[in-house]
């Protein structure tokens, strides 16, 4: 069976600063769950942005769900990440002028391949009632507590039903009864849809859940791997 995510020879820097994220090999499993630990500045997030084709690479190839991302032009890579690759951000990545309810069904919005119909809206409906949000549908970002921001980039990413699912921190700014909330939706929904689940976390009391785990350290093998500077890691909006 051919992974959902197969990744060879890659080598990542930035522009500015001595960072490196070196990987020589990585292949994720279809109908997994796995987790990317280690310290902050490893390469973590750096790793989702490349999977997701956000970021590129300086060499190497990654594949996602069977298409190779890395020899994709921008607007390709854009369109690919929408449709097919939900996102859960560490900086949630709402929109401030637009309603919860409208963050939430934003990837229809935005991509043409994706018919926006009664099922999506009661389906965002219901995703939005299961973390405890639907009595702030008609809230603007603005006016919600950093959990509940949270929880709505939660349900945006799940909306699409999509076959992968990355998620940076998805429990990192909730408390102990919507953190399992939260991870029931993202668990329960990759198990119904046989669909793979990659998160980064530093939490370890939720390790368990995942059949996978990825500890960063191993890459500190693979050429020499330093941790980014304030600022560096990239992050962008679906």
Same mark, same amino acid.
């Given at each position: 069976?051919?992974?959902?995510?197969?990744?060879?020879?890659?080598?990542?820097? *930035?522009?500015?600063?001595?960072?490196?994220?070196?990987?020589?090999?990585?292949?994720?499993?279809? &109908?997994?769950?796995?987790?990317?630990?280690?310290?902050?500045?490893?390469?973590?997030?750096?790793?989702?942005?490349?999977?997701?084709?956000?970021?590129?690479?300086? @060499?190497?190839?990654?594949?996602?769900?069977?298409?190779?991302?890395?020899?994709? @032009? %921008?607007?390709?890579?854009?369109?690919?990440?929408?449709?097919?690759? =939900?996102?859960?951000?560490?900086?949630?990545?709402?929109?401030?002028?637009?309603?919860?309810? %409208?963050?939430?069904?934003?990837?229809?919005?935005?991509?043409?391949?994706?018919?926006?119909?009664?099922?999506?809206?009661?389906? #965002?409906?219901?995703?939005?009632?299961?973390? %405890?949000?639907?009595?702030?549908?008609?809230? *603007?970002?603005?006016?919600?507590?950093?959990?509940?921001?949270?929880?709505?980039?939660?349900?945006?990413?799940?909306?699409?039903?999509?076959?992968?699912?990355?998620?940076?921190?998805?429990? =990192?700014?909730? &408390?102990?009864?919507?953190?399992?909330?939260?991870? &029931?939706?993202?668990?329960?929904?990759?198990?119904?849809? &046989?669909?793979?689940?990659?998160?980064?976390?530093? /939490?370890?009391?939720?390790? /368990?859940?995942?059949?996978?785990?990825?500890?960063?350290?191993?890459?500190?093998? *693979?050429?020499?791997?330093?941790? #980014?500077?304030?600022?560096?890691?990239?992050?962008?909006?679906?």
């Amino acid at each position: 069976m051919n992974p959902v995510v197969a990744i060879e020879g890659l080598e990542f820097r *930035y522009r500015e600063g001595d960072f490196r994220l070196g990987i020589p090999e990585l292949a994720i499993e279809r &109908d997994t769950t796995a987790a990317f630990i280690g310290p902050s500045g490893s390469g973590k997030t750096t790793l989702l942005n490349l999977i997701a084709g956000i970021s590129l690479p300086r @060499s190497g190839r990654v594949v996602t769900e069977g298409v190779e991302v890395t020899s994709l @032009s %921008d607007s390709e890579r854009r369109d690919f990440r929408i449709a097919r690759v =939900g996102l859960v951000f560490q900086e949630f990545e709402l929109l401030e002028y637009l309603s919860v309810l %409208d963050n939430i069904l934003l990837p229809y919005r935005i991509n043409a391949s994706l018919r926006l119909d009664r099922e999506v809206r009661d389906r #965002a409906r219901d995703l939005a009632e299961r973390v %405890d949000i639907m009595d702030k549908l008609d809230r *603007y970002p603005g006016k919600l507590s950093q959990g509940e921001r949270q929880r709505v980039a939660v349900c945006r990413a799940v909306l699409t039903e999509p076959a992968l699912l990355l998620a940076d921190e998805p429990t =990192g700014n909730l &408390d102990p009864v919507n953190k399992w909330k939260v991870l &029931d939706i993202l668990f329960d929904y990759a198990e119904r849809t &046989d669909t793979t689940l990659v998160a980064v976390t530093h /939490d370890q009391e939720i390790l /368990d859940r995942f059949e996978r785990v990825v500890d960063f350290s191993q890459f500190h093998e *693979y050429g020499e791997l330093r941790p #980014a500077q304030h600022g560096e890691l990239v992050g962008a909006g679906p």
